[in-house]
């Protein structure tokens, strides 16, 4: 664990690197985002044994979700960073005659600071780094400290990889991360919980410092299956869903809306997804994750028992390993209090509703605060769009579920409680650089119309001057 003077010396001395233009020179960032991946690549063996260990992860679940993200992310940013850097070049107008070429350059902030959580230790912490690069800053990620063995190997990995002036990984728990926001960063890039995003754009404020977050959303993100819908198809999928990373995720579905008039129908299809993929046995399963701490695996055990009596499937865990079976929680009610704040466990609550009023649901999910994602299954896809085109949210899917992070080539975001900011690919990029607009002046040639005196030729002036206008 890192103290308030270590952390102090690590920012200066990322200060006093920046300063020297290393990193304004786009093949110092390239080379950087290739040693990245070796170091990725040469680490993929021990990056699944630190997935497994912190979250129970097996090693395909976390190729998929971490390690192969990540290549792929740093991939793109090489192929598109000396497009995304290159200046843009814009005519001034013809109020600025004869000055007429403007460049608009994109610079990098400076030092940044990225604060990772647990969930997916090395994509939400390398994946960030990877923008925080390709933009020409310095990066101190400070990683979670419930995930220790991701934590202490991410550590090693960059500290083998990277000068500490440049880039450096920090751990320790809320007060390191107190003290790194003492400090006087550029940027800074939150990946967590709404609760905690408020305590950081506090500190942020008192040196005026620009925050991205990543959040999950304060109410949870909503999965809507309407009466038309494939039930076989929509249950398989959110049955996978749920179970990834144990439901640790910030995107994953909190609760489900299913229309009255197939919520049997899919209930059983639910089951039947969850026994097929992961047994009638999730908890003796080693492809099943595990909650991150005692603490979580506590927290959802004591939510189940609020609500036993609604249980139509798992409910059960063990707090040795800390697994908890998917859990189908049937009926609940839109206030009550399961569906009210984010989950992050295999909970899942039922919500039904009767199909001819969705606008009354569509309207008190709109009520709340703005989730990270949605989730739409039907067959109805021109009223699928007007929700997508009508309603405020992060991102989402119509008849799929979290793909849509994979996308290349789009942002990934949220709005409201479950975010502000965004990045993957270009989104990214612009995300860790600021556009610095300047125009070349000429010395001859110089219209005197925005010159005094005014009074002189006033007329013709003004004329002239509507004329740019038009």
Sequence with gaps: MNSREEIKAIVESQRAFFKTNTTLDLSYRIDALKKLKAMVISHEKEMEEALEKDLGRHYVEAYFCDI?????????????????????????????FPSIITNVYKMPYGNTLIISPFNFPFLLSLGVLIPAIAGGNTAVIKASSKSVHCTALLK?????????????VIDGGHDVADFCLEERFDKIFYTGSP????????????NLTPVALELGGENGNWCIVRKDADIKDAARKIAFFKALNSGQI???????????????????????????????????????????????????????KEYEDR???????NRETQKFEPTIIYPVTTNEKIVNHELFNPLLPIVPYEDDKIDELIEEISRREHGLSLYIFTRNK????????????????????CVH???????????????????????????FTHSSTVLYGKTKGNLSLREHPYSKGAEGKMRLLELFER
């Design 195 to 206: 609760k905690v995003a408020v305590h950081v754009m506090e500190m942020a404020a008192k």
């Design 311 to 317: 249980i139509l499937f798992g409910g059960k865990g």
């Design 405 to 431: 992070l994979m996308v290349k080539g789009v942002p990934f975001n949220g709005v409201g409680h479950s975010g502000m900011g965004a990045y993957h690919g270009h989104a990214g990029f612009r995300e």
């Design 68 to 96: 192969g993200s990540i290549i792929l992310e740093i991939n793109e940013t090489i192929a598109g960073l000396k497009k995304w850097a290159r200046p843009e070049t814009h005519f001034s107008g013809l109020a600025c």
């Design 382 to 401: 021109r009223w699928a769009k007007r929700m997508f085109a009508t309603m405020q949210y992060g991102g989402g899917c119509l008849n799929e579920v």
């Design 156 to 168: 090693k990995m960059v500290a083998e990889t990277f000068p500490s002036n440049y880039i450096t």
């Design 250 to 304: 910030c995107i994953n579905i909190n609760q489900v809306a299913v229309a009255k008039e197939i919520a049997d129908d899919f209930i059983k299809e639910l089951k039947a997804a969850f026994n097929k993929s992961l047994g009638n046995d999730p908890l003796t399963n080693p492809e099943y994750p595990k909650l991150i701490t005692a603490g979580a695996y506590d927290k959802c055990e004591a939510e189940a």
